[in-house]
C-alpha cells in the first residue's frame, strides 16, 4: 500500500510565500517523476510543476520565476512558491509515479495525495 500525503498549504496575502511538501511512503521500490498540479474552483485541474528522479525540473509558464521545486530522499517533494498571486489560489496535489512491490510482483502506478488548499488574499 502506498501513500502521498501533502501539507504546508494556507491562507497567505499577495507577494507573500509558503512551502507545500509531499510526502510518499509505503511499499515503494523507487519514484520516477514526481509533480504538483492544482484546482481552481470552476477549472480543471492543470500541472504546475514536475521533478525527474534525475532531479530535472520543468514549471508551467505561470509560474516560472516564483515557484521551484525539490525533492530530498527521493520520496519527498516541495514546492516553494514565491511572489503568491490571488489567481494562484487553488487545491495543491502531488503527483507520484511509483514502482511498488507486494506478493512477489512489482507494478508501476501514478499516485495522488488528497490535496492542500492554498488561498491568496488581495
Known amino acids: 500500500q502506498v501513500q502521498v500525503v501533502e501539507s504546508g498549504g494556507g491562507l497567505v496575502q499577495a507577494g507573500g510565500s509558503l512551502r507545500l511538501s509531499c510526502a510518499a511512503s509505503g511499499s515503494i521500490l523507487s519514484i520516477n517523476a514526481m509533480g504538483w498540479y492544482r484546482q481552481a474552483p470552476g477549472k480543471q485541474r492543470e500541472w504546475v510543476a514536475g521533478i525527474t528522479s534525475g532531479g530535472s525540473t520543468n514549471y508551467t509558464d505561470s509560474v516560472k520565476g516564483r515557484f521551484t521545486i525539490s525533492r530530498n530522499n527521493g520520496k519527498n517533494t516541495y514546492l516553494q512558491m514565491n511572489s503568491l498571486r490571488p489567481e494562484d489560489t487553488a487545491v495543491y496535489y502531488c503527483?507520484?509515479?511509483?514502482?511498488?512491490?507486494?506478493?512477489?510482483?512489482?507494478?508501476?502506478?501514478?499516485?495522488w495525495g488528497q490535496g492542500t488548499q492554498v488561498t491568496v488574499s488581495s
Open positions: 503527483n507520484a509515479d511509483i514502482l511498488t512491490y507486494g506478493g512477489g510482483w512489482t507494478s508501476r502506478g501514478d499516485y
